[in-house]
């Protein structure tokens, strides 16, 4: 599977962007596809998931963007988006899409979880 994430850039506190992580090789619809970020100097960290339709493409948030970020999934052009509004300053980081073929009925929140990666954009909020 081949990803490719886009859609960073710089904005104020309080803006929005749209991520957009469109694969190759693997419907995105027939498997898990999550963002996660990195911000300099600390690990990376989960954001968001949706699952395969089969699963009801149910969708899952870490604590800190919940209410102000949506994952969705387009499956005609078999890319999913990560919305994201109200940004803060503590959102800067690279975002990374990623997926895999792992079926969990639980959370899916480790990097360890995923076995395929994008290669990362840069997202930069102002205060």
């Known amino acids: 599977v081949q990803l490719q994430a886009s859609g960073g850039g710089s904005v ?27 911000a300099p100097g600390k690990e990376r960290e989960y954001v ?39 940004l803060k300053f503590e959102d800067t980081a690279v975002y990374y899409c990623s997926a895999t073929d792992r079926h969990l009925a639980g959370l899916m929140i480790r990097a360890d979880d995923y076995t395929y990666w994008g290669q990362g954009t840069q997202v930069t909020v102002s205060s």
């Open 12 to 38: 104020q506190a309080g803006g929005s962007l749209r991520l957009s992580c469109a694969a190759s090789g693997r419907t995105l619809s027939r498997i898990t596809t999550g963002w996660f970020r990195q």
């Open 48 to 86: 968001a998931d949706i699952r395969r339709s089969g699963s009801g493409g149910t969708t899952h948030y870490a604590d800190s963007v919940k209410g102000r970020f949506t994952i969705s999934r387009d499956n005609a052009k078999n890319t999913v988006y990560l919305q994201m509004n109200s």
